[in-house]
């Protein structure tokens, strides 16, 4: 109710006014040859949703998104980009024009060290492949030079909380916002979420509800944090 | 011209009429953990064509389809599945009420060895990756006790004829449709395909053209190697 209420306000008062809001969005994919690429299922709904909510609440919003299928929001720039190195770049590049990050996309943390030009032929029964690790993106904008409030997103299967309040820490972010992808209600690919946003000293849980609705409490909680 | 009215033949004379086609569409997913997977970029577009073509020429059609965004063909039967293995289980399925089997997925070649239950987590710089090869699905279809007409494909970036026919040969088809993904305007996700289709004895090329007409025309060659 407190929560409906504060989240209610925000809209109203036009709560992020002025400020400038980048979004990653997606899934990642890392090429293996030209046709093939590691990815995984995220579908973009949140970070969508994210962007709607920031823009409903008078933010200038930007998307940075991994491939997807869905369309552009209204009052939304999104920027498309692949790769985890892609989307980087797309980040480092809009960073100067930005007062608020926040990371949702699920970008893959390895890479294959090769990519090869033609399409690998079926060869030996077992293969090995090289992975490497991609720049952490979230990481990179909390520990740039540029005053930028930071939002990041842990997806995880198990200890939800207590692995996204490391991953706070040791990013030196924020916020974070943690979800239990191992509910196949939630999270990844379908309408609903249900959510914890941990800051440095508190932690509130948002209820189940559709993505939008979680996305306008979780913009609500930017807010806050933003301005006690 | 010769082709083309070979093709509105088809048509006319519902071809295909009291045959059974199945074909299988899209890409195929291979879990990593419960959110990350090894993919192609497969659209399923053609696949779903073929369907669409073989439907209008009077065949009962299945398409057994890897993850696509495509709305079933009308009058087609479409059986989701995610993996190989999937795949070629509701192939497998499907091979006892079968006449005219096209493979027209894009089949990973090799999945993880093992697939982890928990989100992986990120940890040293480099990781190797085991990958095992996965089943071979118009393979085995072919090499099955039912007489079905077997038709692959062969998508390469480089010596796309010359491999199409040791694929012909080696898995013993009856019919292979080559084309050349390394072209950016054909192929994968695009709208336009331009394929070289070639059995034992011969073979013809039809010119670049929308999914749709060239899916006719394959469907039209079907027809004409079966009831020569």
């Known amino acids: ?26 899934p990642t994919r890392e090429a293996l040859d030209p046709v093939r690429y590691i990815s995984n299922h995220s579908s973009g709904k949140m970070g969508y949703a994210l962007a709607e909510a920031a823009a ?39 960073l100067p024009e930005c007062d608020i990050f926040i990371a949702c996309a699920a970008v893959a943390d390895y890479r294959p060290a090769d990519v090869q030009t033609q399409k690998i032929k079926k060869g030996p029964d077992e293969v090995h492949l090289a992975l490497v690790k991609n720049p952490d993106i979230v990481a990179a904008v909390a520990a740039s030079d540029h005053p930028v409030f930071t939002v990041g997103f842990a997806a ?26 191992s509910d ?13 946003v941990l800051w440095a000293d508190g932690e509130i849980a948002l209820p189940r509800a559709g993505k939008s609705t979680v996305a306008a409490g979780i913009i609500a909680q930017i807010a806050l944090r933003l301005s006690p």
């Open 156 to 181: 995880e299967t198990q200890q939800v909380i207590e692995y996204a309040r490391g991953k706070l820490e040791r990013k030196g972010l924020d916020m974070i916002v943690a979800n239990d992808v």
């Open 184 to 196: 196949q209600g939630i999270g990844f690919n379908s309408e609903e979420n249900e959510v914890t």
């Open 56 to 94: 409903a609440a008078g933010a200038q919003t930007t998307v940075i998104s991994g491939p997807v299928n869905l369309p552009a929001p209204e009052r939304v720039s999104v920027v498309p980009v692949t790769s985890a190195r892609d989307m980087l770049e797309a980040c480092e590049q809009a």
């Open 1 to 26: 109710e407190v929560i409906a209420r504060a989240a209610a306000d925000m809209f109203e008062t036009g709560a992020l006014q002025g400020k400038r809001v980048v979004i990653t969005a997606g």
